[in-house]
T-cell receptor
Framework: ETGVTQTPRHLVMGMTNKKSLKCEQH?????MYWYKQSAKKPLELMFV???????ENNSVPSRFSPECPNSSHLFLHLHTLQPEDSALYLC????????????FGSGTQLSVL | QKEVEQNSGPLSVPEGAIASLNCTYS??????FFWYRQYSGKSPELIMF????GDKEDGRFTAQLNKASQYVSLLIRDSQPSDSATYLC??????????FGKGTTLSVSS
């Protein structure tokens, strides 16, 4: 595989569920990101990891918990989400933290019931 | 608060015409400027980037940057139906993550 892969592509969960989104990049990049894309709103940066260290957290609620075990893998753990959290969650990577040329995964379309 | 503004559109142009997409940004310290294309149901992909004032051309695409006016644009010459997508403008300062606009939806009719 090449590029950035995300699983699952679609996820429906109840507000009391716990689920995880997975992202893997095969580009040898050092930085990975989680973005949220909602209808009619700009892409919102959620978390930035550089060399497995979280370097940015954009005031994201604690019901979203990221994990970066190594420079190739990134997870987003979800628990007790709200319906307004329904959105497309995009993982991205870049060579370095500056985030200039981002390579995006296909995204996970999340629906919270 | 750092912002990137785009007209959401839709911008409709006939096939073969020039499509002009515009973007303004609030942070004068912005150093890098990007255009991403996002097809419906797909993820964004980088199509152009520009760092210096002036024009940068790549095939049918030209990015234009005017830092004094805090304005960046994307021109698509000889527009094709396959260019129909949402175009996202993004900017950043050195060492910081990208800030995106809401995107402009382009529709090219054949």
């Amino acid at each position: 595989e090449t590029g950035v892969t995300q699983t699952p592509r679609h996820l429906v969960m109840g507000m009391t569920n716990k689920k995880s989104l997975k992202c893997e990049q095969h580009l040898g990049h050092n930085a990975m990101y989680w973005y949220k894309q909602s209808a009619k709103k700009p892409l919102e940066l959620m978390f930035v990891y550089s060399l497995e260290e979280r370097v940015e957290n954009n005031s994201v609620p604690s019901r979203f918990s990221p994990e970066c075990p190594n420079s190739s893998h990134l997870f987003l753990h979800l628990h007790t989400l709200q319906p307004e959290d329904s959105a497309l969650y995009l993982c991205a990577s870049s060579q370095d933290r500056g985030g200039k040329k981002l390579f995006f995964g296909s995204g996970t379309q999340l629906s919270v019931l | 608060q750092k912002e990137v503004e785009q007209n959401s559109g839709p911008l409709s142009v006939p096939e073969g015409a020039i499509a002009s997409l515009n973007c303004t940004y609030s942070d004068r310290g912005s150093q890098s400027f990007f255009w991403y294309r996002q097809y419906s149901g797909k993820s964004p992909e980088l199509i152009m980037f520009i760092y210096s004032n002036g024009d940068k051309e790549d095939g049918r695409f030209t990015a234009q940057l005017n830092k004094a006016s805090q304005y960046v644009s994307l021109l698509i010459r000889d527009s094709q139906p396959s260019d129909s997508a949402t175009y996202l403008c993004a900017v950043n300062q050195a060492g910081t993550a990208l800030i995106f606009g809401k995107g402009t939806t382009l529709s090219v009719s054949s």
